[in-house]
Nanobody
Framework: QVQLVESGGGLVQAGGSLRLSCAISGRTFSHYPMGWFRQAPGKEREFVAGISMSRLTTGYADSVKGRFTISRDNAKNTVYLQMNFLKPEDTAVYYC?????????????????????WGQGTQVTVSS
């Protein structure tokens, strides 16, 4: 059984930085494309960033391009989201997700329904 556990959330002032981590267990981590999504109160869950199995392909939502960086360490079974220049509108619960049936080594998806496994989420709050 695949389990994902996020950590690293918290309260930060606007302009600050946080690094989220997501540890995966239960299967071979390197076989999964990974993604980060977020959900703010009263809003739908939205894609933030994704990374392929090979680490060669990444994708970002327009709202975070240039500020957030996704990376993965297959030896540690962990995916990261480095968030810089945070804004109050980045406040949300952040979820990591793993796609169980990738299309290839460069596959990255921004669709929540493409991901099969989800973590419990970690709260990020950015104060103005």
């Amino acid at each position: 059984q695949v389990q994902l556990v996020e950590s690293g959330g918290g309260l930060v002032q606007a302009g600050g930085s946080l690094r989220l981590s997501c540890a995966i267990s239960g299967r071979t981590f390197s076989h999964y494309p990974m993604g980060w999504f977020r959900q703010a109160p009263g809003k739908e869950r939205e894609f933030v960033a994704g990374i392929s199995m090979s680490r060669l392909t990444t994708g970002y939502a327009d709202s975070v391009k240039g500020r957030f960086t996704i990376s993965r360490d297959n030896a540690k079974n962990t995916v990261y989201l480095q968030m810089n220049f945070l804004k109050p509108e980045d406040t949300a619960v952040y979820y990591c997700a793993a796609r169980g049936n990738p299309r290839g080594f460069s596959d990255v998806s921004d669709k929540a329904y493409d991901y099969d496994y989800w973590g419990q989420g970690t709260q990020v709050t950015v104060s103005s």
